[in-house]
């Protein structure tokens, strides 16, 4: 009897640090790479990186809120406040719960880090006025340009401007959004591109077929070309469990496949010797 309540024990355990990490429909954010067991400071470092870029893109941006699909749990929550016609003291009192809902994101309103429970990866969910693909290619401009390294646990950042449930049906609709402003406006030029499928605890679709779906949906109208190597736009593809999410991004290759930590090396290698090592040592 001990030994089976000793197990049954250890069992709890175990469950008490399983996560799920599931990310919902119509999320846009960003993911990050790191070093195994980095994951935790990646993620805060991750929500500094992107706070601070969203204060120097958006300053105006509380004034913009109210857009995000995410936000509709609040506004369905404050509608619902109105009919019950509220006293004042059960609106501070959700004004206070919705500060504190704001304050979970730990950094900023507009980001909210997400628990993966994945090796390696992790995942924080931006809201509207903030645009994940611009936030990410802002990091990586300012890494490249400044040459000074400001991270120690985060790597190469992949932003999804939405995302779906994992089917074709889903990811043709997703597809038909994100594509629309890069691919098919009314004064379109002929664009080189390529596709980049990453999957991680995903077999809800086979690779080659997303790569067809999405280059099918590109189309040739406006004389757009496949170009693995020297393509101006690139469409990432983020699957994960049972989420696919995408956006379509510049300067790629420019930015060292959007790696921070390659392009922090990159710029070492252009130093003096001193600065060099100093990088380095902050980097471990």
């Not at 175990?14 to 996560?19: D, F, L």
């Not at 997703?174 to 004064?187: G, I, R, S, W, Y």
């Not at 020297?230 to 290759?253: P, R, W």
């Amino acid at each position: 009897m001990g030994k089976r309540k000793a197990d049954s024990g250890s069992g709890n355990r175990n469950k008490k640090y399983k996560v799920s990490g599931f990310i919902d429909p119509n999320t846009s954010g960003v993911y990050a790479t790191c070093n195994r067991g980095r994951e935790l400071g990646c993620r805060k470092e991750l929500v500094r990186l992107l706070s601070e870029k969203i204060e120097e893109l958006y300053p105006n941006w509380k004034e913009q809120i109210g857009d995000d699909e995410s936000d509709k749990e609040s506004r369905e929550s404050k509608e619902e406040g109105e009919k019950k016609e509220l006293t004042v003291e059960e609106q501070v009192e959700n004004e206070l719960k919705l500060m504190k809902k704001e304050k979970s994101a730990k950094g900023h309103p507009l980001l909210v880090p997400m628990e993966l429970g994945c090796e390696c990866l992790v995942f924080v969910k931006t809201k509207k006025p903030a645009v994940a693909v611009d936030l990410v290619h802002s990091l990586c401009e300012e890494a490249y340009e400044s040459k000074q390294k400001n991270t120690r646990f985060t790597q190469k950042l992949s932003p999804i401007e939405s995302s779906v449930s994992a089917s074709a049906e889903e990811l043709e609709k997703l597809a038909k959004t994100v594509l629309k402003p890069h691919f098919h406006q009314e004064d379109q030029k002929p664009v080189k591109f390529a596709i980049q499928v990453t999957r991680r605890n995903f077999n809800s679709l086979e690779k080659e077929d997303i790569i067809k779906q999405i280059a099918k949906l590109v189309g040739t109208e406006h004389g757009h070309s496949v170009d693995l190597k020297n393509y101006d736009k690139l469409i990432m593809v983020e699957c994960y469990k049972t989420n696919v999410g995408m956006a379509v991004v510049s300067d790629f290759q420019k930015f060292d496949k959007f790696n921070l930590q390659q392009i922090f090396e990159k710029a070492s290698e252009s130093v003096d010797p001193e600065t060099k090592s100093r990088v380095r040592s902050e980097g471990n």
